[in-house]
């Protein structure tokens, strides 16, 4: 069986989300669009509760988890030219406040365990850190495969290339994550940079 394969999407709290009811819009326009495109198994959006350790500079408090129904999609689903619009109108809506910049410029795409997406939970429990980092019984562990510049949060033709790089702990600062509907853990997880807990915002 192939391995799972996963874009995490990480992106800040900007001026233009509330009152601009980005929540909503993540429930009504965002999450179903992104649900349609062929390729995707299924795609989540998640706002961030609680953190403990160190987030990656600049920081985040959203996220979205996109998984793929093959590794072998990811060039297909990522250059999707209806999905390239959809978030090129997402940066004029909602903005980046300039370019994206740290961990918020890239999405990192993860090779899991074969089996597809896990059961899809109302909180989650995500840490990350290294090799090193041990996944707790019930969670899912993933290791970094690629970064992926955002080319859409760009100027046409200015995205950084190659347009999928080399694994490396830049902007996430981890090469490693677990996630899984568990108990907060008390303390940091050995070999864990930080873990946070989430509430998911959609699909509601």
């Known amino acids: 069986m192939t391995a799972t394969a996963l874009i995490l999407l990480t992106y800040r709290d900007l001026p233009s989300f509330e009152p601009g009811g980005y929540a ?16 995707i198994a299924r795609y989540e959006n998640w706002r961030v509760a609680e953190t403990m350790g160190t987030l990656p500079d600049p920081g985040f408090e959203w996220f979205d988890l996109l998984w793929l129904d093959a590794a072998e999609a990811l060039e297909r689903v990522w250059f999707n030219a209806d999905l390239t619009a959809f978030r090129r109108g997402w940066v004029a809506r909602w903005g ?15 090779l899991c365990p074969p089996g597809g997406p896990p059961p899809l ?15 707790p019984a ?5 290791d970094l495969e690629a970064v992926l510049p955002k080319h859409y949060a760009w ?4 995205a950084p290339r190659p ?3 080399p694994a490396q702990p830049a902007g996430l600062g981890a090469t490693r994550l677990w996630l899984g509907d568990l108990p907060a853990p008390a303390a940091l997880p050995a070999g864990a940079n930080f873990v946070l807990t989430a509430e998911r915002v959609a699909p509601a």
């Open 138 to 142: 019930g969670s899912l562990c993933c």
């Open 163 to 165: 347009w999928r790089q």
């Open 155 to 158: 100027p046409e033709g200015d």
């Open 96 to 110: 980046y406040g300039g370019l994206p910049s740290g961990v918020n410029a890239e999405g990192s795409l993860f």
């Open 121 to 135: 939970a109302q909180r989650l429990v995500m840490a990350a850190g290294g090799r090193g980092l041990e996944a």
């Open 24 to 39: 909503r819009f993540l429930v009504e326009e965002d999450n179903p669009f992104f649900n349609s495109i062929p390729g």
